[in-house]
C-alpha cells in the first residue's frame, strides 16, 4: 500500500508565496514520476505540473515562470508557488507513478487527499 500526503496549504495574500509538500510513503518501490494537480470548485482537476525520476519537469502554462516542482531523495515532493493569484485557488493534488515492492509486480497511480490554496486578500 502506498500513501501519499499533502502539506502546506493554506490562506495567502495574492503575490504571496506557499510552498507545499508531498510525502511518499509505504511499500514503494521505485516511483517513476510525481506530480501536481488542481481542482477549483466546479471545475475538473487539471494537470500543474509534473516531475520524473529522470529530472524532466512539464508546467501548465498558466504556472510556468511562477511555481517550480522538486522532489528530494526521501520521496517528498514539493511545489514552490510564487506570485500566487487568486485565480490559483483550487485544492491541489499530489499524484505518484508508483512500482511498489513485493509480488506480484504492482505499477500504479496513487493521489493524495489535496491541500486547499486560497490566495485573497
Known amino acids: 500500500q502506498v500513501r501519499l500526503v499533502e502539506s502546506g496549504g493554506g490562506l495567502v495574500q495574492p503575490g504571496g508565496s506557499l510552498r507545499l509538500s508531498c510525502a511518499a510513503s509505504?511499500?514503494?518501490?521505485?516511483?517513476?514520476?510525481m506530480g501536481w494537480y488542481l481542482q477549483a470548485p466546479g471545475k475538473q482537476r487539471e494537470l500543474v505540473a509534473t516531475?520524473?525520476?529522470?529530472?524532466?519537469t512539464n508546467y501548465a502554462d498558466s504556472v510556468k515562470g511562477r511555481f517550480t516542482i522538486s522532489r528530494d531523495n526521501a520521496n517528498v515532493m514539493y511545489l514552490q508557488m510564487n506570485s500566487l493569484s487568486p485565480e490559483d485557488t483550487a485544492v491541489y493534488f499530489c499524484?505518484?507513478?508508483?512500482?511498489?515492492?513485493?509480488?506480484?509486480?504492482?505499477?500504479?497511480?496513487?493521489w493524495g487527499q489535496g491541500t486547499q490554496v486560497t490566495v485573497s486578500s
Open positions: 509505504g511499500s514503494i518501490f521505485s516511483i517513476y514520476a
Open positions: 516531475l520524473t525520476d529522470g529530472g524532466v
Open positions: 499524484n505518484a507513478d508508483v512500482q511498489s515492492r513485493g509480488w506480484p509486480l504492482v505499477r500504479a497511480d496513487y
